[in-house]
């Protein structure tokens, strides 16, 4: 099993990653985290400098769209969505609160990259689930309704928590003294699930990877490199 961080596009100025993740199963099943923003991103509040496209990062690792099993939509916001249409084989994996909440238009800025993930099938779920093994989604709602992040169990390298934007850098870390963002929804809901992230990172002894952190990410094993 093995665990690849791309780096799907760069928040301007300050240089901190708009990441998608690459797990690939022991029995060679591809899933892709996210797909990133489209070229040219059409977040006006959340300037970004495009990286390069997640297909051609995939096609380094030897994998087609059609090789790419499920894609886990840690939410759907305009950077991590842009690229769902890229995959149409693909089962897309999503909190069915989220799903409702970016259907219905309530949450206005998920609807920038609705042409992309309008026609995806998706696979709903509710709260925590195994997806395969050594792959868990956890229910961190807050920053959006229905936001998950991912819990990846690697032989060697152990469990591996992939926050993305419940915990979006590690200044975000302590449940009680965290920041919000702008993007952040729901305080209390906010707090709760970092709460949460924080104390299962802690218990499982785990590598938390934080969603957008520029001192973080070049100490982390990126994509040509990988964690098994």
């Given at each position: 099993m093995k665990l690849?961080?791309?780096?799907l596009a760069e928040i301007k100025g300050l240089g901190a990653p708009v990441p998608?993740?690459?797990i690939v199963g022991?029995?060679?099943s591809v899933v892709l985290v996210d797909t990133g923003p489209p070229p040219p991103a059409p977040h006006a509040r959340l300037p970004l400098l495009p990286g390069e496209p997640v297909t051609r990062q995939l096609a380094r690792l030897g994998i087609t769209p059609g090789d790419v099993r499920y894609v886990i939509c840690t939410h759907l916001d305009p950077d991590h969505s842009g690229g769902h249409d890229l995959f149409p084989g693909a089962e897309f994996v999503i909190q069915r609160s989220h799903l409702a909440a970016a259907r219905?238009?309530?949450v206005d800025r998920l609807l920038l990259t609705r042409q992309?993930?309008?026609?995806?099938?998706?696979?709903e779920i509710d709260g925590d689930t195994e997806l395969l093994p050594g792959v868990e989604l956890i229910a961190s709602g807050g920053h959006v309704p229905g936001h998950q992040s991912v819990?990846?169990?690697?032989p060697r390298t152990g469990p591996v928590l992939l926050a993305a934007d419940?915990?979006?850098m590690e200044a975000c870390r302590d449940p009680d003294t965290r920041p919000m963002t702008p993007f952040d929804l729901d305080p209390g809901a906010v707090r709760a699930s970092t709460r949460r992230l924080a104390e299962l990172a802690e218990?499982?002894?785990?590598?938390l990877i934080y969603g957008h952190d520029a001192v973080q990410w070049p100490t982390l094993a990126t994509t040509p490199a990988h964690y098994d």
């Open positions: 690849y961080l791309l780096k998608g993740y690459v022991p029995d060679g219905s238009g309530a992309n993930w309008a026609g995806a099938g998706f696979m819990l990846v169990r690697l419940a915990i979006p218990s499982e002894k785990a590598l």
